[in-house]
């Protein structure tokens, strides 16, 4: 007598909630994971609060959020789940892709932003990126998300320490600011053009500025004047 084979078992499939008020495109969706081999729709939910219940209830391996829903947004939801549950995958989908929406979804803690008119392919690439621990981000979304960090990596922080300005200085430099002209300059503080010209100059020195509108940049950004 032959010995039974034996049983390998199956792999686990990765549980995945699903957060979008509109139940067709939902079913759409679950019907979609369903069919893979290695996900598996483990809720539903309609609005935000539903989505944070199931989230504390289930623990899945990721949830997929609509950022527009009713009674709580899912942007709101995400930031819940996170102080919640911080280990929580949380994808945002959407119809969006403005520039704020996407810089928001990331700030609230989502591990990546689809879009909705995402083919199929490209849907489930993202999700499993996530559950894999990768940014789930359609190329033209990533390419912005990475400009916008390097512009604030580039800009000065708020309130950093004024540079080595004189009081005058300061005072020629915020004039510089609000867009004032060297003769105009020289009439409000009453100082001669030469005197101001030798101001401007000094002040573009310490700040390593090119030219006045420039100082007026990094002045403003850095919070060392009023525009």
């Known amino acids: 007598m032959s010995p039974a084979p034996v049983q390998v078992p199956r792999p686990a499939r990765a549980q995945v909630v699903l957060a979008d008020d509109h139940e067709l495109f939902r079913e759409g969706l679950a019907n979609l994971i369903n069919a893979q081999s290695d996900l598996a729709v483990a809720g539903q939910a309609g609005d935000g609060l539903e989505a944070l ?135 409000r503080l009453a100082l001669s053009l030469h005197t101001v010209k030798t101001h401007v100059r000094s002040i573009l020195s310490k700040l390593h500025a090119v030219n006045r509108r420039e100082a007026a940049r990094l002045a403003a950004q850095a919070g060392w004047v009023k525009r």
């Not at 942007?75 to 959407?94: H, N, Q, S």
């Not at 400009?147 to 200085?169: G, I, K, S």
């Open 53 to 187: 219940t199931l989230a504390r209830d289930l623990r899945p391996d990721l949830i997929v959020m609509d950022i527009q829903m009713p009674v709580c947004s899912g942007l709101e939801a995400t930031r819940l789940i996170r102080a919640a549950w911080p280990e929580a995958r949380i994808v945002m989908l959407t119809i969006h892709d403005e520039d704020e929406k996407l810089f928001e979804a990331i700030r609230s803690g989502a591990s990546g932003y689809l879009l909705k008119d995402t083919r199929s392919a490209e849907f489930l690439r993202g999700i499993r990126g996530a559950l894999a621990g990768e940014a789930a981000l359609p190329p033209r979304l990533a390419a912005r998300l990475l400009a916008e960090f390097v512009r604030l990596a580039n800009r000065p922080a708020a309130n950093t320490p004024e540079p080595d300005l004189t009081a005058r200085e300061l005072q020629v430099l915020q004039l510089i600011a609000t867009g004032a002209a060297d003769k105009e300059i020289a009439e």
